[in-house]
């Protein structure tokens, strides 16, 4: 990197499950410089950017941490079920190098031009979405762990069939967010009518492993359905346990009441 090349800050943030971005849209173009492209908001401002998607994450380049606070406030004010945990990740970026290039979390891009920006911004917001469906997955899992271990010692589960039911429920939850939410881990549509830019997602998908990360998130998944599928078994053995005992319970009454009736 030459010596007139300034090192500025790019933070990548997910927040919520989702922004109203048509709302943040109008609320944004009454003071700033904004570009909708593809469902995302690219905001510009006196040599800074911030790229806002739909999917509740945000990716700032070379914005104060002040502005960053006003703009999260005002993103958390239209949003759909914020992160209870908040996830980010830190870069270094300069621009007018020589080629663009990822190498130890500092950018080097190789124009100012806002759509190769909007392009790598692209990359990273997927990487730390998957972020928060890791961390989402993973405290699961953990959360979760002490049921097949119940069941390998003691051959049962020790837990009531209302405390089964709700922890199905939060697996239901955490799988189908995900699963409903995994298309946003392909390749952006705007690659599609804009190849030329496609390279610059490549570079950050890349660099930030989105795919074989995608894949682990899959193993992850397997493993909250087969936990899902045991507990289903856990309910249905009980159920049937019961009307096992009742069908038994009546048949004994019926035994005795005939006896009764050839005693007396």
Known sequence: MSENQTVKRCVAYCLAQS?????????????????????????????????????????????????????????????????????????????????????????????????????????????????????????????????????????????SRQEIAKIRGQLFLTKSDIILNYDLLDKPDFFWEYPEYEEYYAIAAKYLEIAPRTEVLSKKLETIHELFEMLADEQKHRHSSILEWIIIGLIAFEIAMTIVDKAF
């Open 19 to 159: 922004f109203d971005i048509s709302t943040l849209a109008k609320i944004l173009s009454e003071t700033s410089l904004i570009r909708i492209i593809k469902g995302s908001l690219l905001i510009e401002e006196d040599e800074s950017w911030s790229v806002i998607f739909s999917y509740g994450a945000v990716v700032h380049w070379n914005l104060t941490s002040e502005q960053q606070h006003k703009l999260h406030d005002l993103l958390m004010d239209h949003d759909e079920n914020p992160l209870k945990t908040v996830e980010e990740d830190h870069f270094t970026f300069a621009l007018d190098c020589p080629q663009t290039r990822i190498i130890e979390d500092h950018i080097e891009i190789e124009s100012t031009d806002p759509i190769v920006l909007f392009s790598l911004s692209q990359g990273m917001a997927q990487s730390i979405k998957l972020a928060s469906f890791e961390t989402n997955a993973i405290t699961t899992i953990n959360n979760t762990s002490y049921i097949p271990k119940s069941l390998a010692q003691d051959g049962k589960i020790k837990l």
